[in-house]
């Protein structure tokens, strides 16, 4: 095989992999410092001990989860240089600012105070501890902006201009108000908050199911992490309707294949499944809804909507002969892979949360039991919701300017990318066997409330 297919592959995977971990961290970050929040602001001498157990409980999972996704994240960073030094050459002034930015102003903010963190528990302040683990959350969550500040530009570039053939910064504030940031970014920021919530709600309802003596505690997270968890799927649903609007004017091409709409129309109907033939440019068979298309990006029944097909000929005229399509068929089933998990998402934040608050969650133990084999689902969307960022946007690598065919390495073999994909791909089962093991351990062993009469 080609090196150019298999680093995309190597790219993926471990990208894939990577990006298990970062929601998990956006989320827990921030909800384990509204749980230290309470514990230093609650009144009730009963309650006190238990959130202070709560947080440390929540906290060494998020310690967990941020060592997998440190690790993962500094391989994604040698690819540019073994893969795609076509890419870092063209891109290195642009792409090194933020990136640069993001080690010195978001990982060293995370990374110290996470530490302080850990070992200042009975050392600093109640309040001063609490402010830690709110800088780490700070950290966690700037470090992904200035990362999709970089991949922004990827998707749709400003403030640059191309000398000696390389693209140069010219305005790095325009770089940084770049509008493709705030729906990426908005976007990403409310998946971590409906995975993180999913992950308090899965890890609440194994332990009430399974560990009596803490269950009245979680039952507590359960209706946090519902909430929680409901206000992060809302979040990621009202983004990515304002991001779609968003890209009818910034990445036509992306929009029109997530929707396999071939033909310019107006309205523009949306198909709910399709049999589509990329090399005719057609659907051979569809069930679509009219207009609906048209009315979620103009929130009116009418406008036009671009066909791939007439965004082809545009591309040909502006760019030269080429395939500008992307994979239109794996947008079209990634979008719809990722919007049923969505929807399935908050109807489990809701009803389990509606059974929480009214007090009924003992009656409907077998959904306890079946929620944590459900853990899977944000990973799944946040995967397929990645594959469309990315996919959407080939055969470029940055928009209109570099292609993915023109940014790899030009001296690598394919026997060399397979050697480190099989090295990558085998460390990185092992990490996850070891971080999976820890991770349950800790928590099927780590009782935090002691039933009186039960053990002592």
């Known amino acids: 095989m080609e090196a150019l297919l298999l680093s995309r592959w190597q790219f993926a995977i471990t990208t894939v992999y990577h990006f298990l971990f970062v929601p998990i961290t956006l989320g827990l970050s921030i909800f384990t410092a509204l749980l230290e929040t309470c514990y230093v602001r609650t009144q009730h001498p009963e309650w006190k001990p238990v959130c202070k157990k709560l947080t ?46 993001e080690a010195l102003t978001a990982f060293f903010l995370e990374s110290t105070f996470l530490g302080i963190w850990m070992f200042g528990w009975d050392k600093l302040s109640e309040k001063a501890h609490c402010a830690c ?3 780490v959350a700070i950290g966690s969550n700037l470090s992904a902006f200035w990362i999709l500040v970089a991949n922004s530009f990827m998707q749709h570039p400003v403030g640059y201009a191309v000398n000696n053939g390389r693209a140069e910064m010219t305005d790095f504030f325009a770089l940084v108000t770049n509008p493709y940031v705030v729906g990426e970014y908005t976007h990403a920021l409310c998946a971590g908050l409906a995975t993180g919530g999913f992950v308090v709600l899965a890890v609440s309802a194994w332990k009430i199911a399974h560990d009596y003596d803490s269950k009245e505690a979680f039952k507590q997270t359960l209706k946090a992490g519902a909430v929680y968890m409901l206000v992060g ?22 929009l029109s294949s997530m929707e396999a709409l071939w033909e310019t129309e107006n309205p523009a109907p949306f198909a ?24 979620m990006l103009y929130n009116a029944p009418e406008g036009e909507v671009k066909g791939i097909n007439d965004l ?34 908050a109807f489990i934040a809701g009803a389990m949360g509606f059974l929480a608050w009214t007090g009924r969650l003992d009656n409907f133990s077998c959904a306890l039991k079946l929620l944590p084999w459900l853990l899977p689902l944000p990973f799944i969307a946040n995967s397929v919701g990645w594959f469309i960022a990315e996919g959407g946007r080939q055969p470029w690598i940055v928009v209109g300017l570099q292609k993915t065919a023109d ?11 397979w050697l480190t994909m099989i090295g990558f791909t085998v460390i990185y089962l092992l990490l996850a066997m070891a971080a999976l093991y820890a991770a349950f351990r800790f928590i099927n062993r780590t009782k935090v409330l002691q039933t009186e009469g039960r053990n002592g």
Not at 233 to 254: S, W
């Open 56 to 101: 440390k409980f929540f906290g060494t999972i998020f310690l967990i989860n941020f060592a997998m996704g440190v690790v993962t994240g500094i391989v994604q960073e040698f690819h540019f240089g073994m893969n795609w030094s076509e890419y870092s050459r063209f891109m290195g002034d642009i792409f090194g600012a933020p990136l640069a930015l």
């Open 272 to 295: 709910i499944m399709a049999d589509i033939n990329q090399e005719q440019g057609k659907n051979d068979f569809e069930i679509a809804v009219p207009a609906l298309f048209s009315f």
């Open 312 to 345: 082809q000929k545009e591309a040909v005229a502006k760019y030269g002969a080429g395939d500008y399509r992307p994979d239109v068929t794996g947008l079209f089933w990634s979008f719809r892979i990722m919007v049923g998990v969505g929807g399935l998402m």
């Open 407 to 417: 940014a790899v390495s030009p001296n690598i073999t394919g026997g060399e990318v």
């Open 233 to 254: 799927t809302l979040g990621v649903m009202g983004t990515g309707h304002l991001h779609a609007q968003y890209l009818r004017e910034a990445n036509p091409m992306k």
């Open 133 to 135: 683990i709110w800088l």
